[in-house]
């Protein structure tokens, strides 16, 4: 088991950054990759940005590039994604999830947080 713990959320103005954090704990030995997923109300969870533990190989939806950024630090066992320019359409609820590999396939990961609320104003 892996418990994951996410903390950065908030209300922000567009324009604005904000950077979340996911915590891992427990079986940290399984982790391999880590992603960020949203879910805005109503919608469906989409896939934001994944990381692979070993060698840092990073994904991004192209929603997101060039404007946020998924880091990790294996010391903490933390996963960040540092989110800069934001817009009033990234408000959602966001989650972090580990698995096997950094896909953008939600369904491939094992563990998943209780998410973070981003919202945005305009």
Do not use: H
Not at 10 to 21: K, T
Not at 108 to 122: A, I, L, N, R
């Amino acid at each position: 088991q892996v418990q994951l713990v996410e903390s950065g959320g908030g209300l922000v103005q567009a324009g604005g950054s904000l950077r979340l954090s996911c915590a891992a704990s427990g079986s940290i030995f399984s982790i391999n990759a880590m992603g960020w997923f949203r879910q805005a109300p109503g919608k469906e969870r989409d896939f934001v940005a994944a990381i692979s533990w070993i060698g840092g190989m990073t994904y991004y939806a192209d929603s997101v590039k060039g404007r946020f950024t998924i880091s990790r630090d294996n010391a903490k066992i933390t996963v960040y994604l540092e989110m800069n320019g934001l817009k009033p359409e990234d408000t959602a609820l966001y989650y972090c999830a580990t698995g096997p590999r950094a896909t953008v396939s939600g369904t491939q990961y094992d563990y998943w947080g209780q998410g973070t609320q981003v919202t945005v104003s305009s």
